[in-house]
């Protein structure tokens, strides 16, 4: 193997996507008799680091049959229309709310570089090219589809973002989850223990909606839940109640906030710290600033636009 990727059971194989720092964001390769499915594209740079690992299970991207994105943020989905280029025989399986942006991610684009700046998409993204539309498959709730021997299922999971999907694997009895079921760096894990959080990113963030879908994921029994950020987490029944506490409780900070501009960054910081030390977490403010600054910006900003809407929105 090599430093970005690693090899799970089931045949299923976790790879850094390289979007921003090591360690902040993976993607997968679930292969079954030589056909391979990739779950989350990742951003340009991951499709030579997909390549790279194929190459070393024998395979090229011709093996390739699917590219499912769990949703269309760019994280997740802004190399999509480079690895559909270079698999040319897969399919790009997506949820109905997200494959136009697929298929013309001109407004992708265009609210990204709002956000990071023309140079800053492109040192962090790379480029984002349109998918035929032909080689889309609008995946809608419990959609199943065949890769080789294996069937994988659908479901809708809105919560985090309206155009999410997660994806059944019943061999390994695992969901992947994207951002459903939350983010769990290894490097907070504490006593063989991982700290979970719910990402409240703009600008569809929904909470009754993601309570639901964590509900309905758990449904299924899962056994293991292969998160985006970050890898492999086993055993996700011991961590249900923590997300969806955290869920609730960082709407209502938002809420008790009320005028959100100087309040809730520093309210929503100390919560999470807070959380982190009953956690049992020992690591230093430097490394935690490293490994969660991005994060909390990004549930900041989510948490603002969710409370202007939702008081827009109250009569
Ligand atoms: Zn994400």
Same mark, same amino acid.
């Given at each position: 193997?090599?430093?970005?990727?690693?090899?799970?059971?089931?045949?299923?194989?976790?790879?850094?996507?390289?979007?921003?720092?090591?360690? &902040?964001?993976?993607?997968?390769?679930?292969?079954?008799?030589?056909?391979?499915?990739?779950?989350?594209?990742?951003?340009?740079?991951?499709?030579?680091?997909?390549?790279?690992?194929?190459?070393?299970?024998?395979?090229?991207?011709?093996?390739?049959?699917?590219?499912?994105?769990?949703?269309?943020?760019?994280?997740?989905?802004?190399?999509?229309?480079?690895?559909?280029?270079?698999?040319?025989?897969?399919?790009?399986?997506?949820?109905?709310?997200?494959?136009?942006?697929?298929?013309?991610?001109?407004?992708?684009? /265009?609210? /990204?570089?709002?956000?990071?700046?023309?140079?800053?998409?492109?040192?962090?993204?790379?480029?984002?090219?349109?998918?035929?539309?032909?080689?889309?498959?609008?995946?809608?709730?419990?959609?199943?589809?065949?890769?080789?021997?294996?069937?994988?299922?659908?479901?809708?999971?809105?919560?985090?973002?309206?155009?999410?999907?997660?994806?059944?694997?019943?061999?390994?009895?695992?969901?992947?989850?994207?951002?459903?079921?939350?983010?769990?760096?290894?490097?907070?894990?504490?006593?063989?223990?991982?700290?979970?959080?719910?990402?409240?990113?703009?600008?569809?963030?929904?909470?009754?909606?993601?309570?639901?879908?964590?509900?309905?994921?758990?449904?299924?029994?899962?056994?293991?839940?292969?998160?985006?950020?970050?890898?492999? &987490?086993? /055993?996700?029944? =011991?961590?249900?109640?923590?997300?969806?506490?955290?869920?609730?409780?960082?709407?209502?900070?938002?809420?008790?906030?009320?005028?959100?501009?100087?309040?809730?960054?520093?309210?929503?910081?100390?919560? =999470?710290?807070?959380?982190?030390?009953?956690?049992?977490?020992?690591?230093?403010?430097?490394? &935690?600033?490293?490994?969660?600054?991005?994060? &909390?910006?990004?549930?900041?900003?989510?948490?603002?636009?969710?409370?202007?809407?939702?008081?827009?929105?109250?009569?």
């Amino acid at each position: 193997m090599n430093t970005f990727s690693k090899q799970l059971d089931y045949n299923i194989i976790q790879i850094d996507t390289g979007y921003l720092r090591t360690g &902040l964001a993976a993607c997968y390769l679930i292969i079954d008799n030589s056909r391979v499915a990739v779950i989350d594209s990742g951003v340009e740079r991951t499709c030579g680091r997909v390549e790279a690992v194929l190459a070393g299970q024998g395979l090229t991207f011709n093996n390739v049959d699917f590219i499912v994105p769990t949703h269309v943020h760019l994280d997740h989905a802004g190399g999509a229309g480079k690895l559909m280029q270079l698999c040319q025989n897969a399919r790009l399986v997506i949820h109905p709310l997200g494959s136009r942006h697929m298929i013309d991610p001109a407004r992708l684009i /265009a609210g /990204a570089e709002a956000v990071y700046g023309k140079q800053g998409l492109h040192d962090s993204v790379g480029e984002i090219i349109p998918v035929d539309e032909n080689r889309v498959i609008e995946a809608d709730d419990l959609y199943r589809f065949r890769l080789g021997e294996r069937e994988l299922l659908v479901l809708d999971t809105p919560g985090h973002a309206r155009h999410h999907l997660c994806l059944w694997d019943e061999q390994s009895r695992g969901f992947f989850t994207g951002d459903t079921f939350g983010i769990a760096y290894p490097e907070l894990d504490c006593d063989g223990y991982s700290f979970i959080f719910p990402p409240t990113t703009p600008v569809q963030f929904d909470p009754p909606a993601w309570h639901a879908s964590i509900d309905r994921l758990m449904a299924w029994h899962p056994e293991r839940m292969y998160l985006a950020h970050f890898g492999l &987490l086993e /055993a996700p029944v =011991i961590y249900v109640n923590t997300l969806q506490r955290m869920i609730d409780d960082l709407a209502a900070l938002a809420l008790e906030c009320n005028v959100p501009d100087k309040v809730l960054p520093a309210a929503v910081k100390r919560y =999470i710290y807070q959380e982190l030390k009953k956690h049992g977490c020992q690591l230093d403010k430097e490394r &935690l600033t490293q490994v969660l600054d991005l994060d &909390l910006d990004i549930i900041i900003q989510g948490l603002e636009v969710w409370l202007e809407r939702s008081q827009v929105s109250r009569p």
